[in-house]
């Protein structure tokens, strides 16, 4: 990121965006899936692999899974093997060690593949729920992914084909999620969004009232997003494992 001795634009602004985290309380972070690709998950927006195969929208609305569940399992026994496979990357490690530090208060997650908790993060909110565990749509009985994994299609005791705890399009968000980000985002000094294209609502409110509400927002991204000119202050272009591991070393720089 240097040429001859002289900093280039990025090693400039992390440098900069660090200055701002090190000193500011609380910082939250709000992840999508951008943050995983280098993990092997495909994000919505490449089109590639299984998106390519299942368009999101088609297969990942709550009326496709209640009207064709058989259908959409094709599309989630894929998805899980790509998350089973999928280890924490740089970017997911660095903020379970920003938290561990202090840095970080709060991640709120538009991803369902657990990867924030693998590396290390403990205070995460998953906004669009979690893939391991599956529940009833009749009777409500909940099951692990783990012990229901080895049957083609998971299905209920009471006959009924079960459906992954992860929020759908065209479901809403538990209240007591919705509430708390709210809260979170509300209080934030500093907002920390890598690897969204901030198209999905509502989690994509949680930027303008972050911002609303004064925080700083740094945005890490390969591209910018509609975000960027309305309310990024520092905006990181890159890959999320190099651009959080870079923040994270010049994080603690600062802060010691
Ligand atoms: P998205 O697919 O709409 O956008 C991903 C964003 O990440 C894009 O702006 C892209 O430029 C950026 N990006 C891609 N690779 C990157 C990298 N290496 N470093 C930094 N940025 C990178 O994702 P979204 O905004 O999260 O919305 C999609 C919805 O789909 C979310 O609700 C999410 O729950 C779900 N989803 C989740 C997963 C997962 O759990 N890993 C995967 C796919 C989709
Ligand atoms: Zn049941």
Redesign the pocket.
Known sequence: MMTEGKPDLLTQRIKQAAEVIAVSSPVIALT???????SG??????KNGLWSKYD?ARYATIDAFLSDPVEVWNMLREMDELVLAAKPNPAHTALGILEKKGFLQHIIT????NLHQAGGSLNVIEY?GNCSTLSCLSCNRRYSMEEKRHEYLPTCECGRILKPDIVFFGEGIPEEVLNLSFDIARKARVLLI???????SP?NTIPVVASKNNARVIE????K?WLTEQLTDIFLE????DIVSGLLKEIIKTGA
């Open positions: 999508g899936a951008g943050i995983s690709v280098e998950i495909p994000d919505f927006r490449g999101p538009q991803n369902i593949d669009h890598i690897g969204t294209s901030a198209q999905v989690a890490i991204n390969k591209e997003t890159g890959g999320a494992g």
